[in-house]
């Protein structure tokens, strides 16, 4: 029997490395995944394809089912289900909550969910929220597996922040100062997410065969609600965007067209990274991240008059749901609003 030590690859840098530490047969062996810092998707990807080998778990449900061990399958589970981003973003949560609490799912007390989240003081609201999520769903998803007998009282009572308005903005001027403190590569990649409104995964994963220049879209059959909803992901392209597209398919033909200064693939990580430098170097606010320029894309159109079903479609998402509880910050545009409201009222 193997079984998984920690959910979390690691990296070594004596080596260059990617490994994951595991108990085979009782004792604990380092496993190498991929090469390289910048290589963590696919060092997870090697982790989640290891796990579904490892996973020749007992069924049936039991009191003494660990955390670690649920979320090993719910992981493996994800990975068949999910988008690869998706499965991601459960693993950070996931993984980081098992490093704090380490024993039966049937053990956990709500002090345990409160001093995990008392260790990351610096955790906005939302994110905060994103962490509860995944905790409860993993044990609400043992339960319906039959891993688990019962979902704990503490799961159960467990009641998530309600999720933040999504306020930073990236304006004129905070664009401008990233471009000029960063290369041409990474210049390109955040002129992309500002003139689309796409998520950055969108941005990162686009290739020339996605593209169709004539119609001036791209269309993305792989995407985050691609399996909600059964349809492709359509982007659609201003005259600016579609001279960039036509140069970067002519530069890249084949796999991704957004690459950083070495000709390779940005990372998930690693734009998050350069985005955390900037911000240092820069002292520019917290939430100035890749994912700030769809909400800028998002408030700016709005403003701008774009209506709520076309702004709808234009991000992608199948409804107007979203958008109305998180983006439109018409709000606060009180010289905008007055004006609405004379409008109404006549």
Known sequence: MTTNAKLRPWFRHQDGWWYVTRRVNGKRVQTKLAQGQDNE??????????????????????????????????????????????????????????????????????????GWLGKHPGWSQSTRRQAMTCVKRVVNWGYEEGLLAEIPVAIRGLKRPPMDRRETIVDDTIHQKIVEATDDAFGRFVAGLRGTGARPDELRRVTAADVDLEAGVWILGKHKTGKKTGKPRIVYLTESMRQTTRELVQRHPDGPLYRNSRGEPWTANAVRCRMRRLREKLKLPAGVVAYAYRHTFATEGLAGGVGIAEMAELLGHSDTKMLSAHYAHLDKKVQQMRKAAETAAN
Request: with cysteine; net charge negative.
């Open 41 to 114: 998707a696919a060092a997870l990807q090697s982790f989640y394809e290891l796990m579904a080998a490892d996973g020749r778990l007992n069924p049936a449900a039991t009191p003494l089912i660990s955390f670690n061990e649920v979320c090993q399958r719910f992981l493996v589970w994800s990975k068949r289900a999910n988008e690869p981003s998706t499965t991601s973003w459960y693993h950070r949560f996931l993984a980081d909550f098992d490093d704090h609490f380490d024993g039966p799912v049937q053990s956990i007390r709500k002090q345990h969910v409160e």
